[in-house]
C-alpha cells in the first residue's frame, strides 16, 4: 500500500537545517528498511518532511511513524550539537493513493523547498491531522 505521509517539527519551529535533514532523512530511510518498507521519496522544508512510502499491509502506519520519528529524534540529537533540542509534533498527516498517482506525489515531495518558496502549494497534501 502506498502512503503519502508528512508531519512537522515541534511548535512549527524551523530547525530543520541541512546536516539536521541529512541526518533525519538517513535514519528513516534505515528504519524504513529494517520494516521492510521503502521509501520511495522524501524531502521537507525547515518545520516539516514529506514522505511516499510502500509500507507492508503487516505493519500498522501508526507504527512505522512512531518508529521513524522517535529514531530520527533519537539520532539527531545525539549526532548534531546545538543550542535547541530537536523533535517532532505530536501526530501526522496521512494520505493512501494508487499507482497511478505516484508519479505526482513523487514530484510533489521532491519540490517541496520550491513549492513552499514560491507558495504553490496542495492543501491536501500539507495536511498533518
Known sequence: MLHHLVWAT???QPIITPE??????????????NLG???LAINGT???IHMATAIPPGIAVAQWVKRCKGASTREVNQTI???DSFGWQTGYGVLTFGQKALPYVIAYI???K?????????PY???ME
Not at 541526518?23 to 528504519?31: E, G, K, L, N, S
Not at 520550491?114 to 496542495?122: M, T, V
Request: overall charge negative; proline content about 0%; glycine content about 2%.
Open 10 to 12: 515541534r511548535y512549527r
Open 20 to 33: 539536521r535533514e541529512q541526518v533525519i532523512f538517513a535514519t528513516i530511510h534505515a528504519v524504513s528498511s
Open 37 to 39: 518498507s521503502e521509501i
Open 46 to 48: 525547515d518545520d516539516h
Open 81 to 83: 550539537t546545538a543550542d
Open 110 to 112: 521532491d519540490g517541496q
Open 114 to 122: 520550491q513549492h513552499h518558496a514560491s507558495q504553490q502549494l496542495e
Open 125 to 127: 497534501l500539507e495536511q
